[in-house]
Nanobody, 115 residues
Framework: VQLVESGGGLVQAGGSLRLSCAVS????????MCWYRQAPGKQRELVAA???????DYADSVKGRFTISRDNAKNTVYLQMNSLKPEDTAVYYC??????????WGQGTQVTVSS
């Protein structure tokens, strides 16, 4: 199973970015897809999660600004990030919980928000 993230970059505060994570090599179904982030010197934290049925959950710090979505046919998860703040700067990681096969992580994509 491989996860390939894209869409990170440098943006000014108040701007938007859209992250994508494409999952390949899945034999069974993907139960939950998540986005985590890790800022320098901090622990990795859960940003958003979405179930196969479309249920979502968000960290309090991103509620109302970020939206997670998925395309089950393409095994792809997205993170639309609006009203970005400098404190959103981090490496963003995608995680997939795959039935039977286990949990898998992407390589991470850097998001930098300048003030």
């Amino acid at each position: 199973v491989q996860l390939v993230e894209s869409g990170g970059g440098l943006v000014q505060a108040g701007g938007s970015l859209r992250l994508s994570c494409a999952v390949s090599g899945v034999i069974f179904s993907i139960n939950v897809m998540c986005w985590y982030r890790q800022a320098p010197g901090k622990q990795r934290e859960l940003v958003a999660a979405i179930t196969s049925g479309g249920g979502t959950d968000y960290a309090d710090s991103v509620k109302g600004r970020f939206t997670i979505s998925r395309d089950n046919a393409k095994n792809t998860v997205y993170l639309q990030m609006n009203s970005l703040k400098p404190e959103d700067t981090a490496v963003y990681y995608c995680k997939a919980k795959v039935t039977v096969q286990g949990d898998y992580w992407g390589q991470g994509t850097q998001v930098t928000v300048s003030s």
